[in-house]
């Protein structure tokens, strides 16, 4: 079947780095998306990776492997308004209109 | 541009009954999709469309219908509302039919069946 499987939580440290990592298990796979979702709010577009290495925007990165099915997001000088979930989602199982996404991480910044 | 709007904000339905979510994008995008958002958990595609007149299933269609009679519009209908759609709707447009292509997303439709 097709999964994604990220860490439910993370929590770090205002001015800190963190890495979100997502693994994934699709047929037919396309790329990894990453999106931001602050609580009550709709989810936002982050970065998208079709090929291997590493994607980088202003203080977000994101990294895809393709042999190992793995992917992560990097969030550098954490901010508070950072506080929010973040969702990897896989394109591409059974057609390049199709997309899934993992349950989230709620990602915790503390002063 | 408004972007993608969604409406109702929110909405209370009794088992059984039937409605229709609205969805609208002023953007001219081609691709357009539905999600339920289940609390604690990611987005699941119920269905989607890469252009009028076509549409697809994803990932949870039952109990859903949709239609995309022109570009800009495509509403999701529930045909017999039951408690397990109790969940937070939202739809979403791209410019690409490839959904690896930044998706936007509307604001989403509360929905609470009782």
């Known amino acids: 079947g097709q999964s994604l499987e990220q860490p439910s939580e993370v929590t770090a440290v205002e001015g800190a780095i963190v890495q979100i990592n997502c693994t994934y298990q699709t047929s037919g796979f396309y790329g990894l998306s990453w999106y931001q979702q602050h609580d009550g709010g709709a989810p936002t577009f982050l970065s998208y990776n079709a090929l291997d290495g590493l994607e980088e925007t202003g203080r977000f990165s994101s990294f895809l492997s393709r042999s190992d099915s793995y992917g992560y997001l990097l969030l550098q000088e954490l901010q508070m308004k950072d506080s929010a979930s973040y969702f990897c989602a896989a394109t591409g199982y059974s057609s390049a209109s199709k997309i899934i996404f993992g349950s989230g991480t709620r990602l915790s910044i503390r002063p | 541009n408004a972007g993608v709007t969604q409406t109702p904000k929110f909405q209370v339905l009794k088992t059984g009954q039937s409605m229709t979510l609205q969805c609208a994008q002023d953007?001219?995008?081609?691709?357009m999709s539905w999600y339920r958002q289940d609390p604690g958990m990611g987005l699941r595609l119920i269905h989607y469309?890469?252009?009028?007149?076509?549409?697809d299933q994803g990932e949870v269609p039952n109990g859903y219908n949709v239609s995309r009679s022109t570009t800009e519009d495509f509403p999701l209908r529930l045909l017999s509302a039951a408690p397990s759609q109790t969940s937070v709707y939202f739809c979403?447009?791209?410019?690409?039919?490839?959904?690896?292509?930044?998706?936007?997303f509307g604001p989403g439709t509360r929905l609470t069946v009782t």
């Open positions: 953007m001219n995008h081609e691709y």
């Open positions: 469309s890469v252009g009028a007149g076509i549409t």
């Open positions: 979403a447009s791209s410019y690409s039919k490839s959904v690896s292509y930044e998706q936007y």
